[in-house]
């Protein structure tokens, strides 16, 4: 059983930086990190409960704590507040390698002059397992991992996506019951991190154990996890599967951060009419929705300014509608990207399908744009938080 449960931990950082008298001119360092008596902290109040066998995603920009919460998982960072369990162990001052928890890292760290059957039974020869034991798992590994060729090869010899397939076989034979991964892809180029992301989903059907998996890349995020962890500023945003980020995001950070290209912003009103709620933006109205408006009767939302956020797939060219011009018009292959500066100054991408026939619109061009009330996302102006929810 490899259930994994963090309840309120936080991470401090002490502030070492040396008190002294600030010059006249000179700038406020700015950070979004919460800065206290003890410190500056990392990681604020993370709450979750992991499944045995749930494969979790921790994804967010670069200094949001993603790596500093799953380096506190391994043991390699100290939890300064609350608790860790791995199964029903509590885990705060148990040492790494008693923790039957195994870490991919971003950099592969592979010894450079051993083989790679050596690389891979490394941990297993340090814990004096019987070399039979050894070379079958070393041999499992590599026939999932399809490396079996590259046994005898040292690192160098190696492509970086073959060096981090070495690297995840090195952590599958101490058959882990957590297996971490702190950004493994990031150092490999398109099409590897493509291939690589096929491999690990079939890595996860073969493996029966917990993941936990940390990255940068929405893209990831959303064709790996079961649940993907949002996180910015040591905060936890959203918690859910995929499809529930995306169709209902609990906020405008998530909502700009999950999906590609971003969510389309606008300054609109939350008005009533009929005893129906209604947007009116750039000169039209829509009305949201039956399920949108159940949700925001059930609050008693009242009419108000907001940040109207619809994805661009969602937007349609249309005959009425916002008014706006063509600014680029980029094509995809199976759609074209057009941005479009409206009348008000925003700016709008919108995604327009070929099916398969070209479609070329000249810049310049004027054109409408609408969308239907399912697709409306609004959110506070003071808040940023969906109104729905």
């Known amino acids: 059983m490899a259930r994994v449960v963090l309840k309120n931990v936080k991470k401090i950082y002490p502030n070492t930086e040396r008190k002294s008298k600030k010059k006249k001119d000179e700038p406020e360092k700015k950070t979004n990190l919460q800065i206290t008596d003890k410190g500056v902290v990392a990681v604020q109040d993370f709450n979750i409960e992991i499944a045995d066998k749930e494969f979790i ?23 300064s507040e609350g608790d860790l369990f791995i199964g029903e162990e509590r885990m705060n001052d148990v040492e790494p390698r008693n923790r039957n928890i195994a870490m991919v890292f971003q950099n592969y760290a592979l010894y450079p002059h051993m083989t790679v059957a050596d690389n891979m039974s ?18 499992e590994a590599a026939e999932i991992l399809d490396i079996t060729q590259y ?7 190696l492509s970086g996506g073959q060096r981090q397939r070495v690297a995840i076989g090195r952590a599958i034979v101490r058959d882990p019951a957590v297996f971490l991964m702190d950004e493994p892809l ?33 893209t990831e995020a959303m064709t790996l996890g079961d649940r ?71 609050k008693n939302v009242p009419e108000q300014d907001v940040t109207l956020g619809v994805r661009p797939d969602h937007v349609n060219l249309a005959e009425q509608g916002i008014k706006g011009t063509v600014d680029v018009s980029e094509l995809m292959g199976s759609s074209v990207h057009l941005h479009i500066s409206t009348e008000d100054g925003g700016d709008v991408v919108v995604i327009v399908p070929t099916n398969g026939h070209a479609h070329n619109v000249p810049m310049g061009t004027e054109v409408a744009l609408n969308f239907k009330g399912n697709v409306a996302h609004v959110f506070s102006k003071e808040t940023e938080l969906n109104l729905e929810w």
């Not at 490394?122 to 041999?139: A, W, Y």
């Not at 905060?235 to 980020?245: D, N, Y």
């Not at 971003?262 to 929705?289: C, P, R, T, W």
């Open 228 to 298: 993907i962890v949002i996180m910015r500023d040591g905060f936890i945003q959203q918690i859910g599967t995929p499809q529930e980020v995306f169709d209902h995001p609990a906020n405008l950070f998530v909502a700009g951060f999950i999906g590609m290209p971003q969510m389309n912003l606008f300054d609109a009103k939350l008005v009533k009419k009929n005893d129906n709620y209604v947007v009116e933006v750039g000169g039209i109205s829509v009305e949201l929705s039956e399920e949108k408006q159940e949700r925001l009767k059930a």
């Open 122 to 139: 490394f941990s297993l020869k340090m814990n004096k397992t019987p070399k039979d034991e050894i070379r079958r798992k070393v041999e």
């Open 57 to 79: 995603v921790l994804v967010g920009p670069s200094g949001c704590g993603k790596s500093t919460t799953l380096r506190m998982i391994a043991g390699l960072e100290e939890i």
């Open 186 to 218: 990031s150092n490999l180029d398109a099409k590897l991190r493509n291939q690589m992301r096929a491999e690990i989903i079939k890595l996860r059907q073969r493996i029966d154990t917990t993941f936990i998996y940390v990255t940068h890349d929405q």
């Open 151 to 157: 046994l005898d090869r040292k690192p160098k010899a």
